[in-house]
């Protein structure tokens, strides 16, 4: 027995309404790539009934191979918000170029998010990598997001609440959507568009 499900073809209405949005995270190790990934499943979750969502994950480490590198600048380039997660230590030189390489590009992402490990014992720690990053949307003309620098015991219930779904301010949130928003009326022109 063979079963066929059919749909009717998309009118550019529907293509519209709907755009897409590829999320890239670049994240230092395992625990960091699950708070990236939490993130993005919260994005997805409060914001994906707008849109649809897409993303590529990179690990610091990969980022050291130049031709990997070459790779992720290409998916950061084409990238409509880069999620970037770790423990708040200065970013590695090769993340770096990366960074550099992908905001030198035509084609910024709209929105960068920073988050730091919430486990941090030292939230001062993270203020040279918020910093950098915090030119970097400014160069780039970006959005920029950043996690709260206070220790994970004063905003547990704010990052972390009982459901496990990191938690993003009324405000936060809401500029973000207005940034996703505004995107789905701006045509954007592509190979593959």
Same mark, same amino acid.
């Given at each position: 027995?063979?079963?066929?499900?059919?749909?009717?073809?998309?009118?550019?209405? +529907?293509?519209?309404?709907?755009?897409?949005?590829?999320?890239?995270?670049? #994240? &230092? +190790?395992?625990?960091? %790539?699950?708070?990236?990934?939490?993130? #993005?499943?919260?994005?997805? &979750?409060?914001?994906?009934?707008? @849109?649809?969502?897409?993303?590529?994950?990179?690990?610091?480490?990969?980022?050291?191979?130049?031709?990997?590198?070459?790779?992720?600048?290409?998916?950061?380039?084409?990238?409509?918000?880069?999620?970037?997660? @770790?423990?708040?230590?200065? *970013?590695?030189?090769?993340?770096?170029?990366?960074? &550099?390489?992908?905001?030198?590009?035509?084609?910024?992402?709209?929105?960068?998010?920073? *988050?730091?490990?919430?486990?941090?014992? +030292?939230? %001062?720690?993270?203020?040279?990598?918020?910093?950098?990053?915090?030119?970097?949307?400014?160069?780039?003309?970006?959005?920029?997001?950043?996690?709260?620098?206070?220790? *994970?015991?004063?905003?547990?219930?704010?990052?972390?609440?009982?459901?496990?779904?990191?938690?993003?301010?009324?405000?936060?949130?809401?500029?973000?959507?207005?940034?996703?928003?505004?995107?789905? #009326?701006?045509?954007?022109?592509?190979?593959?568009?």
């Amino acid at each position: 027995m063979q079963h066929t499900l059919t749909s009717p073809p998309l009118g550019s209405s +529907d293509l519209e309404s709907s755009p897409a949005f590829n999320v890239v995270i670049a #994240y &230092e +190790d395992f625990e960091t %790539g699950k708070h990236a990934k939490k993130t #993005y499943d919260f994005l997805v &979750e409060n914001l994906g009934h707008d @849109c649809h969502f897409t993303n590529q994950m990179w690990k610091f480490e990969v980022l050291s191979i130049p031709k990997l590198r070459e790779i992720a600048v290409k998916d950061a380039a084409m990238g409509d918000i880069i999620i970037i997660s @770790c423990h708040g230590d200065e *970013l590695p030189p090769h993340v770096k170029t990366w960074i &550099e390489s992908w905001l030198a590009m035509p084609g910024n992402p709209l929105a960068l998010v920073a *988050l730091f490990d919430p486990a941090q014992n +030292d939230p %001062g720690q993270s203020r040279a990598a918020r910093a950098y990053l915090e030119d970097v949307a400014r160069r780039g003309r970006m959005e920029f997001f950043a996690q709260p620098d206070a220790p *994970l015991e004063h905003h547990r219930h704010h990052l972390f609440p009982a459901a496990g779904k990191p938690e993003f301010n009324d405000k936060a949130l809401s500029t973000l959507a207005g940034v996703v928003q505004r995107e789905t #009326y701006i045509p954007r022109w592509g190979i593959n568009e």
